[in-house]
């Protein structure tokens, strides 16, 4: 158990709809990471928060978007969704940015 | 801009058999930070080991042990003695100043009984 939870871990629904994907980091980690992996893109960096704000940001679509809250639980919204998105989605958190990133279970997003 | 390849798409070995797992990086930084995950047929990507650019020393932690040359810009993952439990897609990865880690495809390691 790397002590980060993300919620929910099975997420089923359709073309156009909206989820959001929560992540709760490891205790005492400031940074959190999201990612995607899908059959055909692999692993990919999506976007960085630090204490509250974005850092760095990767291949993150439009229709997606994610915030740090002041307790530092991260929250990733898809919007106006696509077959394509469906995609294992995971959160991974670190103590400072720089170290060693801790992943989450990972949430299962299935778009029909 | 950053890249990791490994070329090595899917291995098979017999339970017992040594086993290494390539990775190559490219970078146009001095400082990154190289890394491995596994991720086993559960789903979830279990932290290996993280190397920084200035420290080449070779590591090893029982059955495992990574090579970090970077003349050839290789990070390299030996298993001694694999085990069925090692089966699993093994990913290396590669982080510039800490903030964007860019993942290889993968290596799916199939030990045998």
């Known amino acids: 158990d790397s002590g980060v939870t993300q919620t929910p871990k099975h997420l089923i629904t359709a073309t156009g709809q909206r989820v959001t994907l929560r992540c709760s980091p490891r205790?005492?980690?400031?940074?959190v990471y999201w990612y995607q992996q899908s059959l055909d893109q692999g692993l990919q960096f999506l976007i960085q928060?630090?204490?509250?704000?974005?850092?760095a940001k990767g291949n993150i679509l439009e229709r997606f978007s994610a915030q740090q809250f002041p307790d530092l639980h991260s929250e990733l919204n898809l919007s106006s969704l696509e077959l394509g998105d469906s995609a294992l989605y995971f959160c991974?958190?670190?103590?400072?940015?720089?170290?060693?990133?801790?992943f989450g279970p990972g949430t299962r997003l299935t778009v029909l | 801009a950053q890249k990791v390849t490994q070329a090595q798409t899917e291995i098979s070995v017999v339970e017992k058999e040594d086993v290494t797992l390539d990775c190559v990086y490219e970078?146009?930084?001095?400082?990154?930070?190289l890394f491995w995950y596994k991720q086993p047929p559960s789903g979830e990507l279990v932290f290996l080991i993280r190397r920084n650019s200035f420290d080449e020393q070779n590591e090893i932690s029982g059955r495992y042990s990574w090579n970090f040359q970077k003349s050839t810009s290789s990070f390299n993952f030996t298993i001694t003695a694999s085990q069925v439990v090692d089966s699993a897609v093994y990913f290396c990865?590669?982080?510039?100043?800490?903030?964007?880690?860019?993942f290889g495809a993968g290596t799916r390691l199939t030990v045998k009984p």
């Open positions: 990865a590669l982080s510039e100043e800490g903030n964007d880690m860019r």
């Open positions: 970078t146009r930084d001095t400082t990154y930070y």
């Open positions: 928060y630090y204490n509250g704000e974005e850092r």
């Open positions: 991974a958190s670190s103590a400072d940015g720089y170290n060693e990133q801790f």
């Open positions: 205790s005492g980690d400031l940074s």
